[in-house]
C-alpha cells in the first residue's frame, strides 16, 4: 500500500486522517509517506530540525486505517432523522399499539424487498402471502406485538441493518445516497412540520409528492 501525508503526491489521501502505520506490530509516528511492498516510509523530525529522512526496511510494515467517528454519527443521524419524522407524525415511545404497527410496516418492508426476487418457487410465495398477513395484522392493531427477549430483539433488528448494508455494498448499490433520498421524500410527507392525515388517522401523502428516484443509486 502507498499513502502520504502530501497533497501534492500521487498517493496522497484523505484516509491519512485516519490511519497508523505500524512496524513489526508497533506504531511508528510522524511517517510523512510509505510504501508498505517496498518497505519504504519517509519519517519527519519531531523537532523540526533536520529535512523528512526516507527509511528502508525489512520489518513488516502495516497501514492500519481506522472508522472514523463519523460514521457513527452517520448511522446516529439516520436513527435520529426517522425518530423526528415519527414524533412529528404523533408517533410515542412505549405505545403498544404504535409499537405494533411499526412492526407490521418493517415486515411489510421486508416482504417488498423478496417481491423483487426472481423465481421464488411455490411454497416460498405462499410463506410471503402469510407473513403479509402477519403485518397487516400487526398494522390495523388486529394483532399486539410482544418479544420474548427484547435484547434479543434490538440484536436481530440492528443485524438486519448490517446484512442490508452488505447486499447493498455486494450488488453495487449505493445506499448512503439512497438512504439520504429516501429520508428527504419521508421528510416531503410533512406540511408545516406536520403530518397530511387520512381518515383513520393513516399518514397521507401531499400533493405533488414523489417518492424518492433511486435511478442513480443503482
Known amino acids: 500500500m502507498k499513502l502520504s501525508c502530501d497533497p501534492k503526491s500521487p498517493n496522497y489521501s484523505n484516509l491519512v486522517m485516519y490511519a497508523a502505520v505500524l512496524q513489526n506490530g508497533v506504531r511508528v509516528h510522524g511517517v510523512m509517506d510509505i510504501d508498505t511492498e517496498a518497505g519504504e516510509m519517509t519519517l519527519l523530525d519531531p523537532s523540526g530540525?533536520?529535512?523528512?529522512?526516507?527509511?528502508t526496511t525489512t520489518d513488516e510494515l502495516t497501514v492500519l486505517v481506522t472508522l472514523p467517528a463519523v460514521f457513527e454519527y452517520g448511522a446516529q443521524l439516520n436513527y435520529l432523522r426517522t425518530a423526528?419524522?415519527?414524533?412529528?407524525c404523533g408517533k410515542k415511545q412505549g405505545d403498544l399499539g404504535q409499537l405494533s404497527t411499526q412492526v407490521g410496516v418493517h415486515i411489510e418492508e421486508c416482504l417488498e424487498f423478496l417481491d423483487q426476487l426472481n423465481d421464488?418457487?411455490?411454497?416460498d410465495l405462499a410463506a410471503v402471502e402469510r407473513l403479509k398477513v402477519l403485518a397487516g395484522a400487526f398494522?390495523?392493531?388486529?394483532?399486539?406485538?410482544?418479544?420474548?427477549?427484547?435484547?434479543?430483539?434490538l440484536d436481530a433488528l440492528c443485524d438486519t441493518e448490517v446484512t442490508a448494508n452488505g447486499v447493498a455494498y455486494i450488488a453495487g448499490w449505493h445506499k448512503p445516497r439512497a438512504d439520504a433520498k429516501v429520508l428527504a421524500a419521508?421528510?416531503?410527507?410533512?406540511?408545516d412540520g406536520k403530518p397530511v392525515l387520512l381518515p383513520g388517522g393513516k399518514i397521507g401523502k401531499p400533493e405533488g409528492w414523489?417518492?424518492?428516484?433511486?435511478?442513480?443509486?443503482v
Open 139 to 153: 398494522k390495523d392493531g388486529s394483532k399486539l406485538v410482544s418479544f420474548k427477549n427484547e435484547e434479543r430483539a
Open 49 to 55: 530540525k533536520t529535512e523528512p529522512k526516507k527509511v
Open 84 to 88: 423526528h419524522w415519527l414524533n412529528a
Open 186 to 191: 419521508n421528510d416531503a410527507k410533512l406540511v
Open 120 to 123: 421464488l418457487p411455490g411454497e
Open 210 to 217: 414523489s417518492a424518492a428516484d433511486l435511478s442513480d443509486c
